[in-house]
């Protein structure tokens, strides 16, 4: 076996070999591009006469060197960012060179304990790449919503109480139409109730009537100076968040017609909560290669929903795992959080975590925990979420008490 330790750039990978026994037999540099990567190759084939012998170690799990190396058919062990900085030395050097030898000492020790990275299926590599690029979209428009809500404070208070919500077309409309507190108070009736109606607002009539009585209420106003400036900041965001809504929402769009041509998409449907918006999200992040994972427990420290251990001498607790693939782990939080609103049993054991003193975070990550349990089950064996399946499973297992 050789170990390939690889540090990667945007411009260029410095690479170490080392044997079974520690000896560094190779060291160069590729650049990144089409002819450095396929001399990466040779240079690695040229040590190892098959790709089956190589492990090659890296820092990260995506991008075209992952997927140049999966296509070569070279193994790929993606480890965590800080892994390097664990083995240096007490002096600190740092070098591209002590990084990539660093990595491959680690797969010579350590490999083991290392997951080797398979290649997703094509949906799921697509859905994995939608949903995570629409989850940036999305905070995007948290980031232009927020600025708009503190511009809004400082000279037209009253556009924040008009709608239930910032980020819908039905309000940001509104506003580009009617920029300052004096353009709304200066419209009719009968033209606001027009606009809500182009918005296909429900109820346009009696909505339109409470969007001018509180209109006409007494505010607190800016000067003009202040309201000519932040009005232009304004019209600036309600520009930005409108395409980008309509971007959001053609994500929805392609991301449900993928998940419904997956053959596991009614299995994740099944969950309670799930609906449109997690499920497509726990396929793409979990996967479907049913050889990936060893049992529940790995999924469990892949997510970061197991706890990490912490002990010496009479000393021990245990502490949030750090080191994990986060969409998986944000997903399965959302996922986890949102089905204690549903199932009663999920809702208690919230509830019991709290009183035993957790705070919410940690309450939610313990539930997660036992989620992961469940769906690895149900995922092996290709069966949908019961509830009563898991109350009678629950049951059986409980500890039965002793009759006097």
């Known amino acids: 076996m050789w170990y390939v330790g690889l540090d990667w750039s945007d411009t260029h990978h410095d690479v170490v070999v080392l044997d079974e026994a520690g000896h560094r037999v190779g060291t160069q540099r590729f650049a990144h591009s089409h002819q450095g990567l396929h001399h990466l190759k040779d240079f690695l084939l040229s040590i190892a006469s098959r790709p089956e012998d190589l492990a090659c170690i890296v820092e990260t799990n995506h991008g075209l060197l992952i997927t140049f190396l999966l296509e070569a058919g070279i193994p790929v062990y993606p480890v965590n960012p800080k892994t ?35 290649p997703d299926s094509p949906i799921i590599a697509e859905l994995k790449t939608l949903t995570r690029d629409q ?21 037209y208070p009253v ?10 077309p039905s309000t940001l409309l509104f506003l ?36 001018v009585e509180q209109l006409h209420h007494q505010e607190l106003t800016a000067n003009e100076v202040i309201v000519r400036a932040k009005s232009r900041l304004m019209l600036s965001l309600v520009r930005q968040l409108l395409p980008l809504l309509e971007d959001i929402k053609s994500y929805d769009k ?3 017609s993928l998940f419904l041509k997956h053959p596991d998409h009614d299995l994740w449907q099944s969950l309670p909560r799930a609906a449109q918006r997690l499920a497509p999200r726990l396929l793409a992040e979990w996967g479907d290669d049913r050889a990936r ?10 997510a970061g929903t197991a706890p990490m251990p912490l002990q010496s001498g009479n000393f021990s607790k245990a502490h949030k795992r ?3 693939l986060k969409p998986l782990r944000n997903v399965l939080y959302q996922f986890a959080w949102q089905t204690t609103r549903q199932d009663g049993w999920a809702r208690e054991y919230y ?54």
């Not at 994972?293 to 892949?302: I, W």
Request: positive net charge.
């Open 135 to 155: 989850d940036a979209l999305i905070q995007s428009q948290t980031r232009l919503v927020n600025q708009l809500t503190a511009c809004l404070k400082e000279y």
């Open 351 to 404: 509830q019991r975590k709290r009183m035993e003193g957790k705070t919410h975070s940690m309450a939610v990550r313990c539930l997660a925990n036992v989620w992961v349990r469940i769906i690895y089950r149900m995922w092996v064996s290709k069966d949908v979420y019961q509830a009563a399946t898991f109350e009678a499973a629950k049951l059986a297992h409980a500890p039965r008490q002793r009759v006097a």
């Open 159 to 168: 556009g924040l109480k008009l709608f239930g919500k910032l980020h819908q």
């Open 84 to 118: 390097a900085n664990q083995l240096r030395k007490t002096a600190g050097a740092k070098t591209d060179r002590i990084d990539a030898y660093l990595l491959a000492k680690t797969g010579r020790f350590d490999l083991a304990d290392l997951r080797r990275l398979s």
């Open 254 to 256: 392609e991301i449900a």
């Open 176 to 211: 580009q139409a009617y920029p300052t507190p004096a353009a709304a108070a200066a419209a009719s009736l009968e033209e606001i109730e027009a606009l809500l109606k182009r918005c296909k607002y429900p109820n346009a009539r009696r909505a339109a009537t409470e969007i």
């Open 293 to 302: 994972y060893r049992d529940a427990q790995s999924v469990q420290e892949l």
């Open 322 to 324: 750090f080191a994990c």
